[in-house]
């Protein structure tokens, strides 16, 4: 039976992965290594706790000793790198975690994987010569857009904030293990995730909690900032299919083909819970609008031409179908 190591799987995507996996890959054992900071629930992963093929150890990917001593256990001829700290805000007042994590713990990770699967650059170790390393990373390394354009495999990389330039480093790491040693490797940049699952610090369940609550909705600024909103199950998906079927050494960017401003997530937000959970006046009452965080991007777009072209994936939900779905899971949650 093949082993896939999954880093960082109770977080949000990862935690919306790695039951999708399972699901669709019934000879692969999966093996989730997660510290559980704040980002991490495990209560995400109840539905697989019990799979005869998923095991969890509670660990940090800083901890060269504990990944080397997983891979020398289970032989994995896999890996699939979510495990990062991706709170922009946070980021701002405590970088150092940032570059810890995303930095030094992808390149822990990877120089393992290396040393485990190859004896010597370009040259596998018998058994692992088809083993791949699979990097998550943000549309948020490429930095800010005007009012037109997208961000495609070949836009220069401009990060514009601690931890949008953290994860730069690592998919820099990550490049230079295939051009320097040959591994495969293979990275994708996503655009904004939504969906069941998301930490309640992000933009749209703290507009669905304090909607709920009857507290003030917060929007950064005058609400403008553009985002390209991909449902996290579509984002599965893309991973699934650039993790088996991706060529080598690439890039692939996945987007929902979603623009949305921060304002009309709020409004729109407010519109569904106007209808099924109707209050005595419209949830907008509630939209506020606050002080700008600094070096807050303007526009973030993606073009995904390539993995559609490519791989043929597209997104199947566009973002007011998602939403809806977002919803109903956070009613549950929250009430």
């Not at 901890?63 to 994995?76: I, M, T």
Request: charged share 25%; hydrophobic share 35%; proline share 3%.
């Amino acid at each position: 039976m093949k082993s896939l190591l999954i880093t960082g799987g109770a977080g949000f995507i990862g935690s919306n992965f790695i039951p999708y996996f399972l699901e669709n890959n019934e000879d692969v054992k999966v093996v989730n290594l997660d510290l559980l900071t704040y980002a991490g629930n495990l209560e995400n992963l109840k539905e697989i706790e019990d799979h005869d093929n998923y095991d969890f150890v509670e660990g940090d990917i800083c901890d060269r000793k504990l990944v080397k001593a997983l891979f020398n256990k289970h032989k994995f001829d896999g890996v699939i790198h979510f495990a990062a700290e991706s709170h922009v805000d946070n980021s701002i007042e405590n970088p150092d975690a940032f570059v810890r994590t995303n930095v030094f713990g992808t390149f822990n990770l990877i120089d393992v994987a290396k040393n485990f699967w190859m004896h010597s650059p370009f040259q596998f170790n018998e058994g692992f010569e088809n083993s791949r390393f699979h990097h998550i990373s943000t549309d948020e390394v490429y930095g800010t857009l005007g009012d037109s354009g997208l961000f495609t495999e070949k836009t220069p990389y401009s990060p514009n904030s601690p931890y949008s330039a953290s994860k730069a480093s690592s998919d820099f790491l990550v490049r230079s293990y295939f051009h320097t040693y040959g591994m495969n490797v293979i990275t994708t940049n996503c655009s904004n995730n939504y969906g069941p699952k998301q930490h309640n610090e992000k933009l749209i369940p703290t507009i669905i909690r304090k909607a709920l609550s009857n507290d003030k909705i917060p929007i950064y600024g005058d609400g403008k900032n553009i985002r390209d909103w991909l449902y996290v199950l579509d984002h599965c998906r893309g991973i699934d299919l650039v993790y088996k079927n991706g060529k080598l050494g690439d890039t692939y960017n996945i987007g929902g083909r979603n623009e949305r401003d921060n304002l009309y997530i709020a409004n729109k937000i407010c519109e569904i819970l106007d209808e099924v959970q109707p209050k005595n006046e419209s949830y907008k009452n509630q939209i506020s609008f606050v002080k700008d965080r600094p070096g807050h991007d303007f526009r973030y777009a993606i073009d995904a031409d390539k993995i559609e072209r490519e791989l043929g994936w597209k997104a199947q939900e566009n973002f007011e179908s998602g939403i809806k779905k977002t919803i109903k899971w956070y009613l549950k949650k929250y009430q």
